[in-house]
């Protein structure tokens, strides 16, 4: 039996164009996503941080925090995860993150879940095709408590004239 034709297999568009997003408009993000202790662990070895707060949890309750601490950078990297099914999907360059402030730990078990509010858009004045779309994120864990928010900036796709 041979491969299939996957040239034969229609491409399905996903996320947002530049013209869907207008300035003022709230998205919330679904699913969420609970933090583990192994998504910690393999986070920090991955990044080679040895820090005893995010490992340690003698170490971490010795500074008054009930277990281990997610790394912050963990906590950032999910949020905007979560964000990219609505914001980014359709693709352009990451331009960047701004203004972003951790508020409270995360531990494990938490639950992030996430918002977002666009806050400016423009065409590009140098790439045909495209604008730039900025957006504030924040994030919440399962106890309402704001954890982290952020500024972050895309090059989004503008629609195609047929």
Not at 22 to 50: I, M, P, S, Y
Not at 63 to 73: A, C, F, N, R
Not at 114 to 120: I, K, M
Request: glycine share 8%; proline share 6%.
């Amino acid at each position: 039996m041979s491969d299939p034709d996957f040239t034969s297999f229609p491409l399905a568009p996903k996320g947002n164009k530049f013209e869907d997003f207008t300035v003022g408009q709230k998205l919330t993000h679904h699913w969420g996503r609970t933090l583990t202790e192994a998504d910690n662990t393999l986070f920090c070895t991955a990044t080679c941080n040895w820090l005893p707060q995010y490992l340690n949890s003698e170490f971490a309750r010795s500074y008054g925090h009930p277990s281990t601490v997610v790394h912050p950078m963990l906590a950032l990297c999910t949020v905007v995860g979560l964000s990219v099914e609505d914001l980014s999907e359709a693709g352009g360059p990451f331009l960047g993150v701004e203004d972003c402030v951790f508020h409270v730990p995360v531990y494990p078990g938490d639950t992030l879940t996430a918002r977002s509010e666009v806050l400016d858009k423009r065409i590009s004045a140098s790439r045909p095709g495209v604008g730039i779309v900025t957006w504030r994120t924040e994030a919440h864990n399962d106890r309402g408590e704001l954890v982290l928010d952020f500024k972050r900036t895309n090059l989004v796709e503008q629609r195609k004239l047929r």
